[in-house]
């Protein structure tokens, strides 16, 4: 397996970091992605290379800034830096250096030791996103990445079930006029009208017992049949 080919493991993180988030989006396993952010390092052979890392900067990019805009939900982590206090003119009042928030130390502000000043950036290494709002800001984009939507395919709206003005009728039309390529010697319209009673319930016409409707099936039929004016089937060629 490709270095840089995610491991499939990675589905059972939850929550992830932003780090982690931005490469898996981008497609790659964030194992792969140097610390530094700028290339790609072989965990085994130390080799680098910096191929398609700027999807991966560009996806940390969208994170952040989603997150700094409040689109995006995120339990958000800061590093803190060690500062020394004592005799530090600019120190103008207790808990501050130079407008910088400084953390106390085991709930005192010591006078003597040093103290600790909270980065103003959070650590996206460290601030965790959970998989559920990933997905859900994603979709609000538009994107369904392969990691996170392993069941999304490339099929437009109106076939989409999910799709809030998903039509079953008008899916069930689209659907057979796909399948049925090959009449097979009978009229297109009865050909699609038994693909249409073979697949009735994934497009809600079939009844409580689960027959299929012959009305609803005779209605979607004519609408994807393509030789409405009857006749004898047309040979290849024709």
Do not use: C
Not at 215 to 223: G, H, M, P, T
């Amino acid at each position: 397996m490709d270095f840089k080919e995610i491991n499939q493991l990675w589905r059972l993180a939850d929550p992830l970091t932003v780090e982690q988030a931005a490469a898996l989006i981008a497609g790659f396993d964030p194992t792969a992605v140097d610390a530094s952010g700028m290339y790609f390092r072989n965990p085994e052979t130390g080799l680098n290379d910096s191929d398609g890392i700027s999807w991966v900067q560009t996806a940390l990019a969208a994170l952040v800034n989603a997150i700094n805009d409040r689109k995006l939900r995120a339990k958000l982590q800061y590093d803190a830096e060690p500062r020394y206090t004592a005799g530090i003119d600019n120190l103008h009042e207790r808990g501050y250096w130079g407008g910088e928030h400084v953390a106390e130390i085991n709930g005192q502000w010591p006078d003597d030791e040093g103290t600790y000043v909270i980065n103003k950036e959070p650590n996206w290494g460290k601030t965790r996103v959970a998989v559920s709002d990933l997905r859900l800001w994603l979709e609000d984009a538009g994107i369904r990445t392969d990691f996170f939507f392993p069941t999304a395919t490339d099929a437009p709206d109106y076939l989409d079930p999910k799709n809030s003005r998903y039509a079953p009728k008008l899916a069930a039309a689209v659907r057979a006029w796909q399948a049925v390529t090959d009449p097979g010697g009978r009229h297109p319209r009865q050909a699609l009208m038994k693909w249409l009673r073979e697949h009735a319930a994934e497009f809600a016409m079939t009844d409580d017992e689960g027959v299929p409707v012959n009305q609803a099936v005779e209605d979607v039929a004519k609408v994807a049949n393509w030789q409405p004016g009857g006749g004898a089937p047309k040979t290849p060629g024709e």
